[in-house]
């Protein structure tokens, strides 16, 4: 069993920076593949960007490519994104997910973080 949590969220300004930590634990010297996905209100959850298990291979959504960046810490079991030049439209909860199986999909990961709210004002 592997538990997730998230960290780091809050209100920032467009054109602000946020720094989303994941911190694992449980299983955690598997260092599972891990993904940060995002739900804004009346939408589905949809992928943000991932990271491999050593941290090399790295995945993001056209959406914040640029702007968005993942990295992991196996020593301290943590996974980063640092988001800059945040957008009004980049406000949803944001969730880290873990799966032994590396993947971009959210309906195959089999562990979930309580999600982290973030909120860009214009």
């Known amino acids: 069993q592997v538990q997730l949590v998230e960290s780091g969220g809050g209100l920032v300004q467009a054109g602000g920076s946020l720094r989303l930590s994941c911190a694992a634990s449980?299983?955690?010297?598997?260092?599972?593949?891990t993904g940060w996905f995002r739900q804004a209100p009346g939408k589905e959850r949809g992928f943000v960007a991932y990271?491999?298990?050593?941290?090399?291979?790295?995945a993001y959504a056209d959406s914040v490519k640029g702007r968005f960046t993942i990295s992991r810490d196996n020593a301290s079991n943590t996974v980063i994104l640092q988001m800059n030049n945040l957008k009004p439209e980049d406000t949803a909860v944001y969730y880290c997910?873990?799966?032994?199986?590396?993947?971009?999909?959210?309906?195959?990961?089999?562990?979930w973080g309580q999600g982290t709210q973030v909120t860009v004002s214009s």
């Open positions: 997910a873990a799966d032994p199986e590396g993947t971009l999909m959210a309906p195959r990961y089999r562990y």
């Open positions: 449980g299983r955690t010297s598997s260092n599972y593949p």
């Open positions: 990271v491999g298990r050593s941290g090399r291979s790295t």
